[in-house]
């Protein structure tokens, strides 16, 4: 998800020794996550102070997300990654499957104002297998420098003839069939009941059609704002905080479209058999902490899973003229026509529909 290439696989260590000496070093825990501007708000909220009050040794692997490594780790029986930043669908799907440790919720640390963690995760954030840390979101962006009076809507992402040019899309079924059905006029509300249709399915793909000879497909979330910067495509779809950080990190010229976002969690999983698994768990609690989510929505404009997290959200780390609070896609204006992925669906269909996807593609 979510500063430029994903090392997707590949180790990075991280040399964070901080206080803690090799000598006082209480062993090593894999973090599993997306790369890119969003690894760094975890390294710098959750990795650095993990590191700094227990010793332990964070080694970071970037990956583009999906259950396939998890399930071939655990059926092999050789589990090298202790905790996983993961999609819900994935939870849901990975923990029903039984590759993921359960999670005792009354474990997870109260909030800041003594709150039960129960209690303070936002409704539908706490699951068997998960706990989640942020709310992100799919939006559309375009370079402002290069497009004057900019799409405004979904529909505008999908007009060629009113805005032509390349457009970026995510390689698979999830979201661009909700992108394409509310360019087509289903309002937000109602995309998953024509989605769960074959008809809906239908007019999604049809809707599809339009564009797909002018779509440049991206698989890891660097991709868009590289794209968008030499002038590949004239919009992408993007993960939200990826945009955000091309334009306040790059001063990049970005605009958000935030009409028709998709908007989601990330949540942390532990793969069943981890090496690690009580370090991972210790790292899991400590994440998800109040102050530790708000830390990391300094960094990166996803909002924080939990109640008490949102009033220590100040400005961007790096720059104290930007208001995060605005940039979230939490915030009441830029949810007016949004869609929640509705994690139930995609757990039940992603199979099918990615095979659809597929098979629509190579056509």
Known sequence: MKLTKLLTGTAIGLAMAMSATTANAEGELTVVSWGGAYTKSQVEAYHKPFIEKTGVKINSEDYNGGIAEIKAQVEAGNVSWDIVDVELSDAIRAC??????????????????????????????LYDCAVANIVWSTIFAYDSSK???????????????????????RKGAKVNLEFALIADGVAAKDVYSVLDTPEGVDRAFKKLDTIKSEVVWWEAGAQPPQLLADGEVAMTTAYNGRIFNAVAGENKPFNIVWD????????????????????AMDFLKFSTATEQLAAQASWISYGPARKSSAPLVGTYATNASIDMGPQMPTSPANLSNSVQNNFEFWADNADQLNERFNAWLAN
């Open 260 to 279: 028709g976002q998709v908007w989601d969690l990330d949540l942390w999983v532990i793969p069943k058999g981890a090496k690690n698994k009580d370090k």
């Open 147 to 169: 497009i004057e009076n900019g799409p405004k809507t979904m529909a505008d992402f999908f007009d060629l003839e009113k805005f032509p040019g390349k457009r970026g899309l």
């Open 96 to 125: 029903d499957e039984g590759l993921l440790e359960t999670i005792d919720h009354s474990t997870l640390p109260a909030g800041a104002d003594g709150t039960p963690a129960t209690e303070d995760f936002i409704e539908g954030t």
